[in-house]
């Protein structure tokens, strides 16, 4: 049963409404404007908007002629230095934090190794020191820091923020991720997954963008979907959606951990491509390698450092014309077209958008192949094309969307995300 709401909350809630309409407007709007996009009284956003005013969260911006007689209309838009967001990506090889400003640009960023170990606190420390020098490079103040968001690799209990159990990191399982990170800075935290934040980030840097149907199919050390359908990121019940999980692509692929072959996550991370170009001879396993792992306890095991090596060495292969390493890539490249026909055909969306941190390296063998193999594996079930595109925000999107998780607490009456 709803609740009802007390004068401050809607005194609260009236200001998010304010705030969102005039972040929606390119240009700002005038007060007039306003009432007509958000329903509000002329009497309530006149008062909302001098509280905000008050703020320093929104600015008068020149004014804009009237046709006819009356007087020209104050333009309000936002203050861009009115409130500050960090976003922080934890990823296994690398620590990304960005700092942005009311209206999600990123003011500054800084990447720092994360520690050999995948030690958790000492990932925490790390990124204290970072958010920490962030902020004195920015020159921000302290105060206008609405807090951090935090994108990680799931499963997560966002009530919690406690890090459950991903797969590729042992040492951050059941790790109290949103408590220890608000006791080494003193500010609020949320936590999300990974590929939650990127979704959320394209959708927040393109809000009146070309689709509110699309996916985004994230790379990194693992491979995650993070879902926009109907305008809103798509969580799940427990906030851990976009698991690609065992979906079979191949039935003659690789083994994987479940037992079973083909599995698109298995068939495309990184670590299955390096291990396949290692069996055919494209790179050589480094001196020391032991091959007592995977799922048949003879692959070569590898920490998350050395796949990214090899990955980059796969890769340079490829494109120096090596035809078993663009075999390799190819075949992924078939396997994410057969993956995507699925979800397109499921979700009836009309984009998928690539990014995360392994995507630049594949891009343009990705954008140059893709659009063709999804085309030839459609034959009519799909009802409209897909547009398949890099992201625009490059490999800061899932800090720049963690950020933005703060940011959508600031602007939206109900958050998108808890
Ligand atoms: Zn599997």
């Known amino acids: 049963m709803p609740r009802g709401a007390n004068l401050p909350v809607i005194a609260a809630f009236n200001e998010t409404v304010l705030l969102d309409a005039i972040r929606r407007s390119s240009t700002g709007m005038s007060r007039v404007e306003l009432v007509g996009a958000t329903g509000l009284s002329a009497q309530t956003v006149t008062n909302v908007s001098r ?45 990304t934090c960005v700092l942005l400003d009311l209206e999600s640009t ?17 990932t925490v420390e790390i990124t204290a020191a970072a958010i920490e020098e962030l902020l004195e490079t920015s020159g ?4 206008r820091l609405s807090g951090i968001g935090v994108a990680a690799p799931g499963p997560i209990d966002s009530h919690t923020g406690v890090v459950v159990r991903p797969p590729l990191v042992p040492g951050w399982t059941d790790f109290h991720l949103r408590d220890e990170l608000t006791a080494a800075t003193g ?11 990127a979704a959320l ?3 927040w840097r393109d809000p009146a963008g070309a689709s509110g149907n699309f996916v985004f199919l994230y790379y990194g050390t693992g491979v995650g979907v993070g879902m926009v359908l109907a305008e809103q990121v798509y969580t799940g019940a427990t906030q851990n959606a976009g698991d690609v999980g065992h979906a079979i692509v191949n039935p003659d692929g690789p083994r994987c951990y479940c037992g079973r072959r083909g599995c ?17 001879g494209v790179i050589e396993a480094p001196p020391g390698t032991e091959f007592t792992g995977g799922p048949t306890g003879t692959e070569p095991e590898f920490d998350v450092e050395t796949v990214e090596e090899l990955f980059t060495a796969l890769i340079r292969a490829a494109d120096d014309g090596d035809a078993a390493a663009e075999r390799i890539l190819d075949r992924s490249i078939r396997d994410t077209a057969t993956y995507v026909s699925n979800l397109a055909a499921l979700l009836d969306i009309d984009r998928v958008v690539f990014g995360g941190p392994s995507w630049s390296r594949l891009q343009s063998r ?7 193999r999804i085309a030839e594996i459609d ?37 998108t995300l808890a």
Do not use: N, W
């Open 51 to 95: 509280r905000l005013l008050g703020h320093g969260l929104i600015r008068e911006a020149g004014s804009a002629p009237v046709d006819g007689p009356g007087k020209p209309r104050t333009i309000l838009q936002l203050e861009p230095t009115g409130s500050y967001a960090i976003g922080v990506h934890l990823d296994p090889t690398v620590i």
């Open 106 to 122: 990123v003011v500054e960023h800084i990447r720092r190794p994360a520690p050999v170990s995948g030690d958790a606190a000492a």
């Open 140 to 143: 921000v103040d302290r105060d």
């Open 187 to 197: 500010l609020p935290v949320r936590v999300a997954k990974d590929v939650t934040a």
């Open 201 to 203: 980030a394209e959708r």
């Open 264 to 280: 698109f996550g298995e068939s495309v991370r990184p670590h299955r491509l390096v291990v396949q170009a290692i069996q055919d």
């Open 366 to 372: 990705y954008l140059e192949q893709l659009p063709q």
């Open 379 to 415: 034959m009519g079930i799909l009802t409209h094309p897909v547009s398949i595109a890099g992201s625009a925000i490059g490999d800061d999107v899932a800090a720049v969307g963690a950020a933005c998780l703060v940011l959508d607490a600031t602007f939206s009456p109900r958050s």
